[in-house]
């Protein structure tokens, strides 16, 4: 089975500074998608960046990306130039690349605060 | 339309009570979830439905009783539910051809049960 490793319960970093989440991952799979989703106090789960483990490249949005290890099973998210709006809990998730309707896998979450 | 549409927002029902959650999506999408969530826990899958037929049921306890009556529309049906059942509960819809697409989350339905 899938699992997916956040080991930062909790995360703060300083206004316009940088920041890395880390996530680490386990599949017996060659190909799947990493992602990390945003949940701010209004609750709803909102997609911050995708990789597809068959990209060599890292994914990059804007603020934030992402340093994907495929051998270590390492994703980590830094968000660069952070902003208070950046301020939630992020979760990390691992899908396995088959029909459409297979769940997304999470990891336990990191809550992130900054601090202005 | 690239919104998936929870209602209510909120609920407080008692245990003996009758409720149910509904779900919309208008983006043509053929999976849909529904995801329970525990305060400061990550969404725990509940149900998976794959072109309107029941995929997956994660052991759910039958007090909850999801239904899919078209391809936009999930329900999920409540009864005699527990105190502990109280929770943020999601939806989520992907597209069905694309194994790799994100899924695209409602904004919950915070439920406390009295």
């Known amino acids: 089975a899938q699992t997916v490793t956040q080991s930062q319960p909790e995360m703060s970093v300083q206004e316009a500074e940088t920041v890395t989440l880390s996530c680490t991952y386990d599949t017996s799979e060659s190909d799947y998608y990493l992602f990390w989703y945003k949940q701010p106090p209004s609750r709803q789960m909102i997609l911050v960046i995708r990789q597809e483990a068959y990209k060599q490249q890292n994914a990059t949005e804007n603020r934030f990306s992402v340093n994907f290890q495929k051998a270590a099973k390492s994703f980590s998210l830094k968000i660069s130039d952070s902003q208070l709006g950046d301020a939630a809990m992020y979760f990390c998730a691992y899908r396995a690349t088959l029909s459409g309707n297979t769940p997304l896998v999470f990891g336990k979450g990191t809550r992130l605060s900054v601090i202005a | 339309d690239t919104e998936v549409t929870q209602t209510p927002k909120h609920l407080v029902m008692g245990m003996t009570n009758k409720k149910s959650l509904k779900c919309e999506q208008h983006?043509?999408?053929?999976?849909m979830y529904w995801y329970k969530q525990k305060a400061k826990k990550p969404p725990e899958l509940m149900f998976v439905?794959?072109?309107?037929?029941?995929?997956i049921n994660e052991s759910v306890p039958s007090r909850f009783s999801p239904e899919c009556p078209n391809s936009s529309l999930l329900n999920l049906h409540l009864h005699a539910l527990q105190p502990e059942d109280s929770a943020l509960y999601l939806c989520?819809?992907?597209?069905?051809?694309?194994?790799?697409?994100?899924?695209?989350f409602g904004q919950g339905t915070r439920l406390t049960v009295v």
């Open positions: 439905y794959s072109y309107e037929k029941l995929s």
């Open positions: 989520a819809s992907n597209p069905r051809s694309a194994g790799g697409t994100e899924a695209f």
């Open positions: 983006m043509g999408h053929r999976a």
